[in-house]
């Protein structure tokens, strides 16, 4: 990990991937938003990358890269990846989709699985029909 004054000293340089299977790993170091022309502003993780020590910014403004990072929520100090997984399929009258994936390594996750329906089962017998019905 480099220092603050180290960090003070240089400022991110934007990652922008350009081939599918490109991949940024490392710690997140900051994370901020920026206000859009197109509408809600979008995050920007900064990542101190593990292959070369540099911090990179990744502008998660792509509809799959700022839905990745509202579902993940990455915060400072916890390790990720995220891989350029190229363009995807248009859908008619939109533009192709920018893929990518995030992935945040935290340590024992509690995964609540509330609200997915399932049957609940019980230790209850149904009563058993009554026949001294006076019908």
Known sequence: MTSIEQRLDSFPEAWKPTEAGEKLIGEVTDVDLRESEYGDPYPILTVLSEKDGVEYAWHAFNTMARNAVAKK???IGERVGIVYAGIGEAQPGMNAPKRWRLIVERPKQH??????AAEEETDETPPEPDDDIPF
């Open 111 to 116: 995964v609540d699985y509330g609200g997915i």
């Open 73 to 75: 929520q990455p915060q």
